[in-house]
């Protein structure tokens, strides 16, 4: 599979296949891809993903191999992939590795995903009070100082939401 500069990419592991057999430095933990697939836990149909540089990321893949994943549906299987494969992506475009991940990508990556989640005036009015609710708290010098954090955090997440919406409104 050559490199792809796109970007992260799923796949599903097709062990009806005739089996390949597996370059010589790689022969020595099996004879051919489908017994190396098998030997690290893969199951027939399971989803794997490739990086941009074509090559998988065993830690990542690990993961749908797991109990847990094996025990979901093939539809949540599907959708986890996939949900992984955007965030391994938006994580590409800000430049870094899946394990450089801050609590900030985290939370841009939810604002990117859901910017435009309260769309009905009601859902606006409740995004509006919490915002001035969290200012009147992030107001108290009384505040244990790591909540005040967290709700520094929760409140220019609120912020973007009202501007994302108000700019939204103003171009229609």
Known sequence: ?????????????????????????LSLYAPDLRTWIEKLGGRRGQRFLLGPDGLPDLRVNAFFASPTMRNLTDLTNR??????????NFLLVLGRDWWEATEDDATEFQ?????CIARTDRDMQQVR????DLVD????????????????????????????HETEESDQ
């Open 137 to 164: 708290i992030t107001d108290d010098p009384l505040a244990p100082s790591i909540r005040h954090e967290r709700e520094l955090h929760e409140l220019e997440r609120l912020r973007r939401i009202i501007t994302a």
């Open 1 to 25: 599979m050559a490199a792809n500069p796109v970007g992260w990419h799923v796949y599903r592991y097709d062990l009806e296949r005739p089996a390949l057999n597996l370059p010589q430095g």
């Open 129 to 132: 009070q919490d915002y001035r």
């Open 111 to 115: 604002f990117w995903r859901c910017r």
């Open 79 to 88: 959708d986890y992939a996939y949900s992984l494969a955007l965030w391994l």
